[in-house]
């Protein structure tokens, strides 16, 4: 039996519904890609944070009712047909079907449509002139289609299309892009294509890169991400141009070998040196990971000779409380961060350092297990003056619960270290064990109004030396004792207002701290790793203005300290800090670094005063400066300011100064930008100038350029190594096409490390 009906009710038959529609005119529907246009919208800076909403499987729920809605219908019951006509809507779960005519196989759940077809479920839109879907298989065809995967902003056409599986997509004589339809800088044209959701992989066979318009490469295969997950294949190339290598190009390939495991293979291509290899492997195990690095370049053509370079580091978790680690680093020459590496703070590097450490942790004790050595790359460092080895180190430090004693709350604890020194040139420098033990008590009273903390402490030191040239003979075995004794106190003065209509607490926090060590002949002493501090705030309010055990310096001195702080009270956010303070010393310091060193004879210290401001609107100013009131100059100093009003744009300017003897040491000043100078143009540049030398020692200046599926970015760069006359100078190129990804120099993790602050939009 055949009938025709207009619906005008609800119809409920075998579990399809048919809601109720009012005739209307058809409105004109046009193509998918041109009413998606508006998803473009959002990305005109370039989209930073895309990835494929995930699959929900309601498609997949069996029993899932048919919703249709049409303007007019025939049933066959002989076949089960459902022939519907006019604007005709389906919907099953998250799948929905749109055309101007549908036959509905109710029985296999299959839908015949033709005249502007639209299909859509999570994360894939379709559309076509004519085909079928079997909704309960998750399949079917569409002719002279277009296609879209909406959460990663990828489009294209084909002449045929087929689904699989809810997820895998294949098409025949297709285009692949992410740019915007009707406006597309670049595409994919291909002759088969396979779009896989569920591996986040794309392949294309025969498929030439269009840009334009006019071809510009081809490859017989190349699979690419449609989302961010790992994948196996080539990575775009890198090309690079310096005045120490020439050209630079590289062509990496990603080996995704196993969830846990993965690597990367690069060749690479250096015009004036020869081939090198590089590669990265990366492991995940359930109590190890770690990363090994690479590289290998055999009879370099301007060294003559084979370069190369390891890097390991590796970490493993033993227990719950035991942890290790191992890091490894090797290069075959004293050149070859400066002629391979990418900034100059990698050219810049004078020692490489190899260590293998197991730390044990808990809350009371801490104890750590290391074997280090270095390996020095500055040729101006000689060999008697490069570093010792640890070799090699344990520590251990007790700190226990406090015990109350009535009144008083008792603090112990206990630091100890035993090191065996050895030395590339053993017959140059002394070598040896130490043995470092310093027991303390405290004995703290804290309130919410402040705190006195009195300490006792006792440095016991011993060593057993083998000395070098001369001074073979003299004594072997060295003891030094040394009482330490302090007193730490402060003061908290609070008070909550009101400004700028944010309720605000301001702390006043002043500090007293007393130090007392009697001086301890430490001449016949080795210096194996300790040097002097560097002066800072932190360190007036330590127990030693030395760094290691070789040296405990005397004291008699008294710190005076002052610190006030700006919080919201809502938030606890830190608007505003300040501080100053200054040692006063009752007796001179006569234990010096080196045997022979005048003592230091003035009675009181520097004055240092740190600032930093955080503010509305990304402002961050900070400033430190150390003022010498005997000769009222500043003996160090610093400022920076900066503006980052979010995450891709900076402006920074910092200025530093050190004076040794009165003499300028280092005076440098920099200032650096990343900015956008409209939608899609973002300019970057940087300079960094020795006031005291009175030259340029870095500057770099470039554009981007972002569309929502392109970029494209060049950098001009300059800059100098203290070891050479001549500067450097490299350009630096990147292509990024969104989707397929990079082709040229990492420029992001360029600014990254060279603009103070920048984090970049990665």
Same mark, same amino acid.
């Given at each position: 039996?055949?009938?025709?009906?207009?619906?005008?009710?609800?119809?409920? !038959?075998?579990?399809?519904?048919?809601?109720?529609?009012?005739?209307?005119?058809?409105?004109?529907?046009?193509?998918?890609?041109?009413?998606?246009?508006?998803?473009?919208?959002?990305?005109?800076?370039?989209?930073?944070?895309?990835?494929?909403?995930?699959?929900?499987?309601?498609?997949?729920?069996?029993?899932?009712?048919?919703?249709?809605?049409?303007?007019?219908?025939?049933?066959?019951?002989?076949?089960?047909?459902?022939?519907?006509?006019?604007?005709?809507?389906?919907?099953?779960?998250?799948?929905?079907?749109?055309?101007?005519?549908?036959?509905?196989?109710?029985?296999?759940?299959?839908?015949?449509?033709?005249?502007?077809?639209?299909?859509?479920?999570?994360?894939?839109?379709?559309?076509?002139?004519?085909?079928?879907?079997?909704?309960?298989?998750?399949?079917?065809?569409?002719?002279?289609?277009?296609?879209?995967?909406?959460?990663?902003?990828?489009?294209?056409?084909?002449?045929?299309?087929?689904?699989?599986?809810?997820?895998?997509?294949?098409?025949?004589?297709?285009?692949?892009?992410?740019?915007?339809?009707?406006?597309?800088?670049?595409?994919?044209?291909?002759?088969?294509?396979?779009?896989?959701?569920?591996?986040? #992989?794309?392949?294309?066979?025969?498929?030439?890169?269009?840009?334009?318009?006019?071809?510009?490469?081809?490859?017989?295969?190349?699979?690419?991400?449609?989302?961010?997950?790992?994948?196996?294949?080539?990575?775009?190339?890198?090309?690079?141009?310096?005045?120490?290598?020439?050209?630079?190009?590289?062509?990496?390939?990603?080996?995704?070998?196993?969830?846990?495991?993965?690597?990367?293979?690069?060749?690479?291509?250096?015009?004036?040196?020869?081939?090198?290899?590089?590669?990265?492997?990366?492991?995940?195990?359930?109590?190890?990971?770690?990363?090994?690095?690479?590289?290998?370049?055999?009879?370099?053509?301007?060294?003559?000779?084979?370069?190369?370079?390891?890097?390991?580091?590796?970490?493993?978790?033993?227990?719950?409380?035991?942890?290790?680690?191992?890091?490894?680093?090797?290069?075959?020459?004293?050149?070859?961060?400066?002629?391979?590496?990418?900034?100059?703070?990698?050219?810049?590097?004078?020692?490489?350092?190899?260590?293998?450490?197991?730390?044990?942790?808990?809350?009371?004790?801490?104890?750590?297990?290391?074997?280090?050595?270095?390996?020095?790359?500055?040729?101006?460092?000689?060999?008697?003056?490069?570093?010792?080895?640890?070799?090699?180190?344990?520590?251990?430090?007790?700190?226990?619960?406090?015990?109350?004693?009535?009144?008083?709350?008792?603090?112990?604890?206990?630091?100890?270290?035993?090191?065996?020194?050895?030395?590339?040139?053993?017959?140059?420098?002394?070598?040896?064990?130490?043995?470092?033990?310093?027991?303390?008590?405290?004995?703290?009273?804290?309130?919410?109004?402040?705190?006195?903390?009195?300490?006792?402490?006792?440095?016991?030191?011993?060593?057993?030396?083998?000395?070098?040239?001369?001074?073979?003979?003299?004594?072997?075995?060295?003891?030094?004792?040394?009482?330490?004794?302090?007193?730490?106190?402060?003061?908290?003065?609070?008070?909550?207002?009101?400004?700028?209509?944010?309720?605000?607490?301001?702390?006043?926090?002043?500090?007293?701290?007393?130090?007392? #060590?009697?001086?301890?002949?430490?001449?016949?002493?080795?210096?194996?790793?300790?040097?002097?501090?560097?002066?800072?705030?932190?360190?007036?309010?330590?127990?030693?203005?030395?760094?290691?055990?070789?040296?405990?310096?005397?004291?008699?001195?008294?710190?005076?300290?002052?610190?006030?702080?700006?919080?919201?009270?809502?938030?606890?956010?830190?608007?505003?800090?300040?501080?100053?303070?200054?040692?006063?010393?009752?007796?001179?310091?006569?234990?010096?670094?080196?045997?022979?060193?005048?003592?230091?004879?003035?009675?009181?210290?520097? #004055?240092?005063?740190?600032?930093?401001?955080?503010?509305?609107?990304?402002?961050?100013?900070?400033?430190?400066?150390?003022?010498?009131?005997?000769?009222?100059?500043?003996?160090?100093?610093?400022?920076?300011?900066?503006?980052?009003?979010?995450?891709?744009?900076?402006?920074?300017?910092?200025?530093?100064?050190?004076?040794?003897?009165?003499?300028?040491?280092?005076?440098?000043?920099?200032?650096?930008?990343?900015?956008?100078?409209?939608?899609?143009?973002?300019?970057?540049?940087?300079?960094?100038?020795?006031?005291?030398?009175?030259?340029?020692?870095?500057?770099?200046?470039?554009?981007?350029?972002?569309? !929502?599926?392109?970029?494209?970015?060049? #950098?001009?760069?300059?800059?100098?190594?203290?070891?050479?006359?001549?500067?450097?100078?490299?350009?630096?190129?990147?292509?990024?096409?969104?989707?397929?990804?990079?082709?040229?120099?990492?420029?992001?993790?360029?600014?990254?490390?060279?603009?103070?602050?920048?984090?970049?939009?990665?």
């Amino acid at each position: 039996m055949k009938f025709t009906t207009l619906v005008t009710g609800t119809w409920l !038959c075998c579990g399809l519904t048919l809601l109720p529609q009012t005739a209307t005119a058809d409105a004109e529907v046009p193509p998918l890609l041109v009413s998606e246009r508006h998803r473009w919208a959002a990305c005109v800076d370039g989209p930073s944070q895309l990835t494929l909403a995930p699959d929900t499987g309601l498609r997949r729920a069996p029993g899932a009712p048919t919703n249709i809605d049409a303007d007019f219908m025939e049933f066959d019951a002989r076949s089960s047909t459902w022939v519907l006509r006019g604007t005709v809507e389906l919907e099953r779960a998250d799948q929905q079907m749109r055309a101007d005519e549908m036959h509905y196989d109710q029985t296999n759940e299959r839908v015949d449509a033709s005249g502007r077809i639209r299909y859509s479920q999570t994360g894939l839109l379709l559309g076509g002139s004519r085909g079928y879907m079997e909704l309960g298989r998750d399949r079917g065809e569409l002719e002279a289609a277009e296609y879209l995967l909406p959460d990663f902003l990828a489009q294209g056409t084909a002449s045929h299309v087929r689904l699989e599986n809810g997820s895998r997509v294949y098409l025949t004589d297709a285009t692949y892009s992410t740019c915007e339809p009707g406006d597309e800088l670049w595409n994919l044209r291909v002759s088969r294509m396979r779009l896989d959701q569920e591996s986040g #992989i794309g392949e294309a066979w025969h498929a030439r890169m269009n840009i334009l318009g006019v071809p510009v490469a081809y490859v017989p295969y190349v699979n690419f991400p449609i989302d961010d997950r790992r994948k196996s294949g080539l990575l775009p190339p890198t090309l690079g141009q310096s005045t120490r290598s020439g050209t630079d190009m590289s062509i990496p390939y990603y080996w995704n070998i196993a969830p846990n495991y993965d690597a990367t293979i690069i060749p690479r291509f250096l015009s004036q040196r020869g081939f090198m290899l590089e590669s990265e492997f990366r492991y995940l195990l359930p109590s190890q990971s770690g990363e090994l690095r690479t590289a290998w370049l055999p009879n370099d053509s301007e060294a003559d000779e084979d370069r190369w370079s390891v890097a390991w580091d590796h970490r493993a978790t033993f227990s719950r409380n035991v942890r290790g680690d191992l890091t490894l680093n090797r290069v075959s020459d004293d050149d070859y961060f400066r002629d391979f590496g990418n900034t100059l703070s990698q050219s810049s590097r004078t020692h490489l350092a190899t260590q293998a450490r197991v730390r044990y942790n808990t809350p009371d004790i801490s104890s750590t297990l290391r074997a280090q050595t270095f390996q020095t790359l500055n040729p101006d460092i000689t060999p008697g003056n490069r570093p010792y080895q640890r070799l090699p180190q344990t520590t251990f430090r007790y700190t226990p619960a406090g015990t109350d004693l009535g009144p008083l709350q008792v603090e112990p604890g206990l630091d100890a270290e035993a090191v065996r020194f050895d030395h590339p040139e053993p017959g140059l420098r002394t070598t040896g064990v130490r043995l470092d033990m310093t027991p303390r008590l405290s004995l703290p009273i804290r309130r919410q109004a402040g705190y006195i903390q009195p300490s006792m402490a006792m440095r016991l030191t011993n060593y057993a030396l083998d000395r070098a040239g001369t001074q073979t003979g003299e004594d072997e075995s060295l003891t030094r004792t040394t009482p330490i004794a302090s007193l730490d106190t402060g003061l908290y003065f609070d008070r909550f207002f009101t400004a700028f209509d944010r309720p605000l607490w301001q702390t006043l926090e002043p500090r007293l701290f007393y130090l007392y #060590i009697p001086r301890r002949n430490q001449d016949d002493i080795p210096v194996f790793d300790t040097g002097r501090a560097d002066p800072s705030l932190y360190q007036l309010f330590s127990e030693n203005r030395f760094l290691g055990a070789d040296r405990v310096g005397d004291a008699n001195q008294a710190t005076l300290g002052i610190t006030s702080r700006f919080l919201d009270r809502a938030t606890g956010t830190e608007y505003f800090r300040a501080a100053i303070g200054q040692t006063y010393y009752f007796a001179d310091r006569e234990v010096t670094l080196r045997p022979g060193e005048a003592p230091e004879s003035r009675n009181r210290s520097d #004055i240092i005063g740190e600032l930093r401001a955080t503010l509305p609107a990304g402002l961050l100013a900070s400033t430190e400066l150390h003022w010498d009131p005997d000769a009222r100059q500043s003996n160090l100093g610093g400022a920076r300011l900066s503006w980052q009003p979010d995450v891709a744009s900076i402006v920074t300017a910092g200025y530093r100064l050190r004076r040794i003897n009165g003499e300028r040491e280092i005076e440098q000043g920099d200032f650096a930008a990343v900015w956008p100078l409209g939608k899609r143009w973002h300019a970057f540049g940087g300079w960094r100038y020795a006031l005291n030398e009175e030259r340029t020692l870095e500057s770099f200046g470039g554009l981007e350029y972002r569309d !929502c599926c392109w970029a494209v970015r060049l #950098i001009n760069r300059y800059y100098r190594e203290d070891r050479l006359e001549e500067a450097e100078r490299s350009i630096m190129l990147q292509f990024e096409f969104r989707g397929l990804g990079n082709f040229g120099d990492d420029i992001g993790s360029f600014l990254e490390e060279t603009v103070f602050g920048y984090q970049g939009t990665r």
